[in-house]
C-alpha cells in the first residue's frame, strides 16, 4: 500500500494528512492562530501517530509550494524537505491553487482558487475537472481583486471561488455593484467554509494524481511557488534599482 504525507502551511491554515490511493487515515487543520513554526512539527507526529503509518512506511512527502504566505510556504516547505531527506524519500510540491481546486472534485462549473495576495489583490487560476480530470483555463497570476470579479461576471458561467482571498473580493466593490455581481442571483458563489480553505488531504491527493504519472522532486530539486517577489524585495528593488542599472552602464 502506498502512503503519501500531505503538508500545507501557504495560509493562516495548518494542515497536515496522511493518505492512501483509497482513503484518507488522518487530517489535521488547524485554522485559528498563525504559529505554524511552533505546531507544524506536533500536528505532523500527531497526524502520523494517529494514522497508525510509521514515518519509514511512507511513500513520499507532499508540500504546498505557494502562492500564499512567503513566511509559511517556507515553514512548510522546510518540515517537508527535513523529513524527506531524512527518511530518503520523494517529494511532490503542489501549486497552492492547485489543492484548493482539488477541495472541489467532480464540481461541473468553474473552479477560482484565490489567496490574498495584500493591497487589494488576489493571487488565483482557473480550473475544471473534465472527464476525472483537473484541467487548468488559465495562467497562475496575481490580480486586483475588483478586476478578477469583473471578468468572472462577464463569463456568465457558474463559477465556486475559495480560498482565504474570498473575503478580499467582498470588499473590492461597492454595495450596489456587489450585489449584482456577488449577490444570490448571481453565477458566481463562494464555497462553504468547510471547503474553502486548503486541506492536506487535497494536497495529498493531487500528489498521488503526480506520482502516479511518474512526476516528483527530491529535497534538493523542489522550489517555492511565489509569483511575485516579496515586498521588501520591491521596496528595496524601488530604491536601489535604478542606481544598480547606472553603475552597470558605466
Known amino acids: 500500500m502506498m502512503y503519501i504525507l500531505g503538508i500545507d502551511t501557504s495560509s493562516m491554515v495548518a494542515t497536515a494528512a496522511v493518505m492512501s490511493p483509497d482513503k484518507l487515515l488522518c487530517e489535521y487543520v488547524v485554522n485559528n492562530k498563525k504559529n505554524h513554526s511552533e505546531k507544524m512539527m506536533q500536528v505532523v507526529d500527531r497526524v502520523l501517530q494517529d494514522s ?18 512567503f513566511t509559511g ?26 489543492g484548493l481546486a482539488y477541495n472541489l472534485m467532480w464540481e461541473c462549473g468553474i473552479i477560482c482558487p484565490v489567496m490574498d495576495a495584500q493591497r487589494g489583490e488576489v493571487y488565483t487560476c482557473l480550473y475544471r475537472w473534465e472527464d476525472g480530470r483537473l484541467n487548468k ?18 463569463a456568465k458561467e457558474r463559477t465556486i471561488v475559495l480560498g482565504d482571498g474570498v473575503p478580499v473580493l467582498g470588499r473590492a ?8 455581481i456577488w449577490g444570490e442571483q448571481s453565477l458566481i458563489k463562494a464555497a462553504p467554509p468547510a471547503l474553502a480553505m486548503p ?24 522550489k ?5 517577489r516579496s515586498h521588501a524585495e520591491e521596496k528595496w528593488e524601488e530604491q536601489h534599482g535604478r542606481a544598480r542599472t547606472g553603475r552597470c552602464n558605466n
Open 52 to 69: 497508525g503509518i510509521a514515518p519509514e512506511e511512507l511513500d513520499a512527502v507532499a508540500v504546498a509550494i505557494g502562492p500564499g504566505s
Open 73 to 98: 510556504i517556507r515553514i512548510g516547505m522546510a518540515c517537508a524537505e527535513g523529513m524527506a531527506h531524512a527518511l530518503g524519500k520523494p517529494m511532490l510540491g503542489i501549486n497552492t491553487l492547485d
Open 137 to 154: 483555463l488559465a495562467p497562475y497570476e496575481v490580480v486586483k481583486a475588483r478586476d478578477l470579479l469583473e471578468r468572472l461576471s462577464s
Open 173 to 180: 466593490l461597492d454595495d450596489e455593484r456587489g450585489q449584482k
Open 199 to 222: 486541506r492536506a488531504s487535497s494536497i495529498a491527493a493531487a500528489a498521488l494524481d503526480e506520482y502516479a504519472g511518474g512526476r516528483f522532486d527530491t529535497c534538493y530539486t523542489i
Open 224 to 228: 517555492p511557488f511565489y509569483i511575485r
